[in-house]
């Protein structure tokens, strides 16, 4: 059943247990007791087309999502319009913790491709942290992860100079990209517009056009109608002075 707002209702077809995330080397894998709650906590799956409004700053849900497959990104907006993108949710990514815990939604999300998301009740946090210190554990390191990603992007955007940080973050994407099967192959493939980059660097579109021309005529990335093609990460880690993720396998809620 298909939304006004480009999302849909979908029968559950992936249990917890049969999971096409909890194989891939980027994922702690779970107790058994911990896999037994979060399953029956699982109320489906949410779908949503591309360009579709995931969640909205300022409301109320009383659910939790967990991304199962496709992009998605996290911004808030100025009274005029003017949009500043915090950061892109890819599988694995857990989102809407931020409204159940503070009560609404300090930003919104919207879906950069079509998305796949796994449902869960609000309510059942309580019982996580009472009954499963490994999983409320995990939900700690996760805010933590992105305390720590948003720390990079601020260094970024108030250090970097425009050619450091449109570097930086595309290689930042493609090694989050790679790491949870992504676009598995090279060169990777990123949807994103030059607007998209404009938003999330903090640069004029002029200017994010101007240095995305730089990044091509070193033949870094290529630009398709499709989106950027990343086709060397490593040099484009060189360029911005970033060392790359430094994660052990990290949490699936």
């Known amino acids: 059943m298909s939304g006004q707002n480009g999302r849909s209702l979908s029968t559950r077809r992936y249990s917890c247990e049969n999971c096409p995330l909890r194989p891939l080397p980027a994922f702690r894998a779970f107790e058994e007791q911990e896999l037994v709650f979060v399953n029956a906590h699982k109320k489906g799956e949410l779908a949503f087309d591309k360009g579709a409004t995931v969640l909205v700053e300022g409301s109320h849900s009383a659910h939790l999502y967990t991304v199962l497959s496709g992009w998605g990104f996290r911004y808030k907006l100025l009274p005029d319009g003017r949009r500043q993108i915090l950061n892109y949710s890819m599988p694995g990514d857990l989102i809407g913790l931020q409204g159940s815990l503070m009560g609404e939604m300090q930003h919104s999300v919207e879906a950069l491709s079509p998305m796949l998301l796994c449902v869960f009740e609000r309510e059942a946090l309580p019982e996580l942290y009472r009954s499963h210190p490994g999983l409320a554990y995990d ?25 450091e940080r449109a570097a930086y973050l595309i290689a930042f994407i493609s090694s989050r990209a790679r790491a949870v099967g992504l676009n598995g192959r090279t060169p990777v493939q990123i949807p994103i517009t030059q607007q998209h980059l404009a938003d999330t660097l903090g640069l004029s579109l002029v200017h994010t056009n101007k240095t995305i021309r730089k990044l091509m005529d070193r033949n870094l990335i290529f630009w398709r109608d499709g989106g950027c093609e ?7 880690k060189e360029l911005a002075r970033w060392e790359g993720l430094s994660e052990d396998r990290r949490p699936l809620i």
């Open 139 to 163: 939900i700690t390191w996760i805010a933590s992860r992105e305390e720590r990603m948003l720390d990079e992007n601020l260094l970024s955007i108030g250090r970097r100079t425009a050619l």
């Open 230 to 236: 990343v086709v060397d990460t490593e040099r484009l």
